[in-house]
Each structure stands twice: as structure tokens, then as C-alpha cells.
């Protein structure tokens, strides 16, 4: 039974997640735009999309807000409205869903320093320390394998192409020849995510990073899990719809946030 709905705008869709009172997502429907998507009945829905129009809130700061949630308004319904965050030097927007998945962290571990690494479509690496986010940065390398069309493989050609992105950048260049010529490669996903982890390497290296999966980018959380450990990293993965709704549910009840 659905206790209320979270509504999520990511990657250009939007998301109606019912959740049931154990905060289990109970229903889930998917469409291009919101008015569709909103529950017939009068079930309390919190918004998560930066489409809306909110002012995002500078770093560094909570991933929530710390007084009342702004508003916003769809099909006549006014909301509960979560909004992003901005990164100002250099410029990097954090989504609301993103900033969600973030105080969802917090509100089970809110001691918890170190490195969140959302595994979308397009990356986010965010510093968190203190309750608050201090800094991110971004990477595509999902959205990039996925427009050249190469598979999500992990074996041991996998290992061997990531192992070579990050100590030899240039050689990516060489590993993905083959996909281009082909259409097949076995050692592009290593390729490509071996760049991103020689770019963002001081966002790892010696920190606790917690990795989370995002319906972005299905099964890529497993493989940037299994990249990161073969460097020796100090990384988990996480289940980003929990995560997700763990923040948006403290909409609902603002007193039990961390």
C-alpha cells in the first residue's frame, strides 16, 4: 500500500515511486512529463527535479535544507520541492535527486566522511564531511560507453584495460580503435572508466568511498565497485533508490533529520 509518493525527474524522465509505510518502493511509474504521474488521490508527493525552477543552494552546505522546504507547483498541486546544489569554482550542479541520495546516506550515517561516488549516466564524486557537501566533481564515462554502443563487461580484459587507462591514459585511445572498427571490444569499459579514475584519482586514493547505483546507468555501480577494489580502494556499494528515498522522506519528517 503507498504511504506517499516521491516524484523524480532524471536523465529527461520523470519517476512516481510509491513508497509504503517501511519506506519500501511499492509502485513506480514512469512517463515524459509529471502531470500523469501524480496519484489520483490526495497521498502526500515530495518533488525531486531541477526542471521546476528552484535556486540551487551554494556549497558548502547540507545536502537538505535546513528550514522549511521551498515550494513547487504542478498540475495546481503545491509540493514539497527538494532543491540542488551548486558548486560555484568550478561550476558543478548537483540534481536534487543526486543531493537526495546524499542526505539519504547522512540520515543513516551521519558521521559518515569521506567520498560519495553516484554511478549514473553521468558520475558525481562528492566530498561530504561534517554533515555537509564540501566539493564535487563529474565524469560521463556510463553516458560515453553507452554512446559507442560498447557492452558492459567486466573480466579480465576488463581489468587489463582499466589497469592500463590509469597508469597509461593515451593507451584508451588504442582500446576503443578496436570498438570503432568493429563494433565489438572487450576492454572498452575498462577504457573508459580507467579515464575517469586517473582524472578523479585524489577523490579516492586514501578515502572512504561509498559507491551508489542509480537507475541511470543499470549494473554500471557493480562494475565501478569492481574497478575501484582492484586498485585497493576503500569503497562499498550502495543502493541508490534507498538512498534516494531515505532523503526525500525527511521532507516528511523534518525533526528526524541528522
Avoid: Y
Avoid at 109 to 136: K, M, N, R, Y
Avoid at 231 to 244: N, R
Wanted: glycine content about 10%.
Amino acid at each position: 500500500m503507498t504511504d506517499w509518493t516521491a516524484l523524480i525527474e532524471e536523465a529527461g524522465r520523470w519517476r512516481a515511486l510509491g513508497v509504503d509505510g517501511t519506506g519500501a518502493i511499492s509502485a513506480q511509474r514512469t512517463g515524459p512529463t509529471p502531470r500523469p504521474l501524480l496519484p489520483e488521490t490526495e497521498t502526500e508527493v515530495v518533488l525531486a527535479a531541477a526542471s521546476v525552477g528552484l535556486e540551487p543552494r551554494a556549497l558548502p552546505c547540507t545536502p537538505l535544507p535546513e528550514t522549511a522546504w521551498p515550494v513547487a507547483e504542478i498540475a495546481d498541486r503545491a509540493l514539497p520541492a527538494l532543491p540542488g546544489l551548486m558548486q560555484k569554482r568550478p561550476s558543478e550542479p548537483i540534481t536534487p535527486p543526486e543531493a537526495a541520495r546524499i542526505a539519504g546516506i547522512l540520515a543513516g550515517a551521519p558521521q559518515f566522511d569521506g567520498v560519495v561516488w553516484i554511478c549514473g549516466a553521468t558520475a558525481l564524486w562528492v566530498h561530504v564531511s561534517a554533515g555537509e557537501v564540501v566539493s564535487a566533481t563529474r565524469a560521463g564515462s556510463a553516458a560515453i560507453l553507452a554512446a559507442l554502443g560498447a557492452p558492459l563487461q567486466a573480466g579480465d580484459e576488463f581489468d587489463d584495460a582499466l589497469s592500463d587507462a590509469l597508469s597509461r591514459p593515451e593507451r584508451a585511445s588504442r582500446d576503443l580503435a578496436e570498438l570503432a572498427l568493429t563494433g565489438q571490444s572487450s576492454r572498452a569499459a575498462g577504457a573508459v572508466l580507467g579515464l575517469e579514475l586517473a582524472a578523479t584519482r585524489p577523490w579516492w586514493l586514501g578515502q572512504s568511498v561509498l559507491a551508489l547505483s542509480s537507475p541511470t546507468a543499470p549494473g554500471w555501480g557493480e562494475v565501478c565497485l569492481r574497478a575501484l577494489q582492484s586498485q585497493g580502494a576503500q569503497v562499498t556499494l550502495g543502493d541508490g533508490e534507498a538512498a534516494l528515498i531515505a532523503g526525500l522522506a525527511q521532507a516528511r519528517n523534518p525533526k528526524e533529520r541528522p
